[in-house]
């Protein structure tokens, strides 16, 4: 089944504590990006990946790491996590960067 | 700045009732616009968007938007509502593929 998904689905956390958030797709999608959603503030692009290697910022990149080592993968690192992190976030990708863009279920992260 | 907006933040209306759902953008060049929708729980699931062309789109589920640039507005409709139909939309858009930006959401409820 075609799908993305993330993993962990719930994490409570503690402020400074190292964490990563992985995403994976099996479609061979170019296009990859992490979305955090807070209530009243809609969607917000952390970063995007157009392909191997090639990753950018988004809107709201600061206190997120991402890395492109393949295709399939592209994990969201918290280096040193703070209360203001503690959100939904979404993985997504697609086949490229003009094409409908498939999300994941979500990770509900909370820093305490 | 690039934006998206939805000025309205809940909606309720009546099954069998028709819908519009607002939207608003602020791009300097031509945007790609899309309206996806999130069902309690889950991820987004796309819509229909808009490239160029036809200014009225269809998508799935019975949903169609009419992309008017002299009101730099994307309002999305549906003729008659069903109570599957009650979740939270969202307007996004991008002039360039590469950063995407969403709106805030409208929560549809919708009465039986």
């Known amino acids: 089944e075609a799908q993305v998904t993330q993993n962990p689905r719930y994490l409570i956390t503690v402020t400074g504590k190292k964490l990563t958030v992985t995403c994976s797709q099996n479609?061979?999608?170019?296009?990859m990006s992490w979305y955090r959603q807070d209530p009243g503030l809609g969607l917000r692009q952390i970063y995007y990946?157009?392909?191997?290697?090639?990753?950018d910022k988004g809107d709201v990149p600061e206190g997120y790491k991402v890395s492109r080592k393949e295709k399939r993968n592209f994990p969201l690192i918290l280096e040193s996590p703070s209360p203001n992190q503690t959100s939904l976030y979404f993985c997504?990708?697609?086949?490229?960067?003009?094409?409908?863009?498939?999300f994941g279920p979500g990770t509900r992260l909370t820093v305490l | 700045a690039q934006s998206v907006t939805q000025p309205d933040i809940h909606i309720t209306v009546s099954e069998g009732a028709s819908l519009e759902l607002r939207c608003n953008y602020s791009?300097?060049?031509?945007?790609?616009l899309f309206w996806y929708v999130q069902s309690p729980g889950q991820g987004l699931q796309l819509l229909l968007k808009?490239?160029?062309?036809?200014?009225l789109v269809q998508g799935i589920k019975g949903f169609e938007a009419e992309f008017k640039r002299s009101q730099s507005s994307f309002n999305l409709r549906k003729p008659s509502v069903h109570w599957s139909d009650a979740a939270e939309y969202f307007c996004?858009?991008?002039?360039?593929?590469?950063?995407?930006?969403f709106g805030s959401g409208t929560k549809l409820n919708v009465k039986p």
């Open positions: 997504a990708s697609s086949l490229d960067r003009t094409d409908t863009q498939y």
């Open positions: 479609m061979n999608h170019e296009y």
């Open positions: 990946s157009m392909n191997v290697e090639v990753t």
């Open positions: 791009y300097g060049a031509t945007p790609y």
């Open positions: 808009y490239f160029s062309g036809d200014t």
């Open positions: 996004a858009g991008t002039n360039n593929f590469n950063k995407f930006y």
